[in-house]
């Protein structure tokens, strides 16, 4: 398990847990789960799970899931946008963004 500030980098290993406060930057290894903070990158294992916040990246490995925060203006309130790797054109191991429609787009 790896806990890291505002700014911070956090890295766990094998299953591990890595949180990184805000624009961190968060790893975690094979079936971790790793979160960052807002504008934050966040990449899992495979079968794991990655979490950034608005703004941000995910990545994630076969079997895995990515999910990305964003501010819904029309309700006043922040959402979240879940992807399932191997699903609906979603790639394991590529870094993954929200468009202006919100929609999931690949880094490049």
Excluded: C, Q, W
Excluded at 29 to 36: I, L
């Amino acid at each position: 398990t790896a806990t890291a500030g505002h700014s911070g980098t956090a890295t766990a290993g094998h299953r591990g847990t890595a949180t990184a406060g805000h624009r961190g930057t968060a790893t975690a290894g094979y079936r971790g789960t790793a979160t960052a903070g807002h504008s934050g990158t966040a990449t899992a294992g495979d079968g794991g799970t990655a979490t950034a916040g608005d703004g941000g990246t995910a990545t994630a490995g076969d079997g895995g899931e990515i999910r990305i925060r964003y501010y819904d203006s029309k309700h006043d309130r922040m959402r979240t946008r879940v992807g399932y790797i191997g699903e609906d054109g979603l790639k394991a191991n590529t870094p993954y963004r929200l468009n202006d429609k919100n929609e999931f787009e690949e880094v490049k």
